[in-house]
């Protein structure tokens, strides 16, 4: 058996394949598989991983027609033979020693789930994303009793899962069209399921966030937010665990609900605000809302106001709220621009700034000074 399974969707990523794959192959773990879907790229992808193939047998092929990110993922499950499954999408890269300390860690622990922080790269630079606290390190943690864990960003490829474990819950991905949100429902019923996880602050995988083509960027796949919560919903369900959960799919739901409103063109914000009115409406109904268990007030205030006033004064009350947003950036941006331009034009007052730092440097280093003459006289008197 092969320790880990590496899924890597493809499509269309030529930019960025060769550094994606080179990070694999190259891993310290060496019992691994690489397997590459792809999901019919129409660019040179193909024959790039193929290349690959030619030089390193640990690497399968699934080459089909275009059908999506979670058809793709879902045939990569289904090929697998690790123990462990890990998903680096193909715009991004990992550090070299990522699957053998992952690895590790989950043998250590018997962990169902192994989650690490990880790098946003942008531009080629990268900026550590910290969100796992040190305190929830070095242990075992279950999901239910740690809520805090279904607020974050799914970064399904920040971890490994054990093969079994995927298999025994039944979860696997939603195949709907595109590459939008099918991660959201995985990872939801992840750590609706997992009773063994457990966090690292190390980070190993570098998020691309520069891929102008990244389905992120892409607001006409909105809908499959809608259809990965009912995913959600469903599967909470028919696990009679609904009720468990119910406060926090709600809150998790709106969230990413809320982020979509704020940023969705007029076309698409009506059928969107609808299905939001609709859907809470029915939840407010069944008395499973609960306000205060919002923690954000622009949240906690729109729900309030979405569940109190039409569709049409929902669509203005939106609008008004976005407008305000973009005055507030652009009075930022005027403010930036003004003190920049100003201290361009101001020598003296930039000589300032200047002297201020080197009269901070040198305060910082009279105190480390200080300190060390205060180390060495208490030493002298304890002699």
């Known amino acids: 058996m092969k320790k880990i399974s590496v899924l890597v969707p493809i ?9 994606c794959l080179e990070s694999l192959v190259n891993q310290t773990l060496a019992e691994i598989e690489i397997i590459c879907i792809n999901d019919g790229s129409t660019d040179d992808s193909l024959d790039i991983i193929k290349d690959f193939a030619k030089k390193d047998e640990r690497i399968v092929i699934i080459d089909k027609e275009n059908s999506g990110y979670g058809d793709s993922m879902n045939q990569g499950l289904a090929k697998a033979k690790g123990k462990y499954i890990a998903i680096v999408e193909s715009d991004d890269f990992i550090e070299l020693d990522a699957m053998e300390r992952l690895y590790g860690l989950a043998e250590s622990y018997d962990a169902e789930v192994v989650r690490a922080n990880y790098f946003f790269n942008k531009n080629g630079k990268d900026t550590l994303n910290a969100y796992v606290r040190p305190e929830d390190t070095g242990r075992v943690i279950d999901p239910k009793r740690n809520i805090w864990i279904f607020y974050e960003a799914p970064a399904i490829w920040s971890a490994i899962y054990r093969r079994d474990f995927l298999s025994k819950h039944k979860i696997k991905f939603l195949p709907t069209p595109g590459a939008s949100y099918q991660d959201t429902g995985f990872n939801f019923k ?62 998790a739901k ?91 034009l101001h020598p003296v007052y930039r000589k300032q700034l200047e002297i201020a730092s080197l009269v901070a440097e040198v305060q910082n280093n009279n105190v480390a000074l200080l300190k060390r003459l205060e180390e060495l006289e208490e030493k002298r008197e304890a002699k």
């Open 11 to 19: 499509y269309n990523v030529e930019k960025y394949l060769q550094q």
């Open 254 to 344: 709106f969230g990413a609900y809320f982020w979509n409103m704020c940023r969705l063109k007029s076309d698409l914000l009506k059928d969107f605000v609808h299905k939001v009115k609709t859907e809470y409406d029915q939840y407010n109904n069944e008395g499973i809302i609960d306000l205060n268990n919002f923690g954000g007030a622009p949240q906690r205030n729109l729900l309030k106001y979405i569940l109190d006033h039409s569709e049409q004064q929902i669509l203005l009350h939106i609008r008004r709220i976005r407008r305000n947003q973009k005055l507030r950036e652009r009075a930022r941006k005027v403010r930036e621009n003004t003190r920049q331009a100003w201290i361009r």
């Open 190 to 251: 992840v750590w609706v399921s997992a009773h063994r996880a457990v966090f690292t602050n190390d980070a190993f995988l570098h998020y691309r966030i520069d891929n102008e083509s990244s389905s992120v960027n892409n607001p006409g796949k909105v809908m499959n937010v809608v259809y990965e919560y009912a995913e959600i919903e469903r599967y909470l369900r028919e696990n009679d665990v609904f009720d468990d959960y119910a406060q926090v799919f709600i809150v």
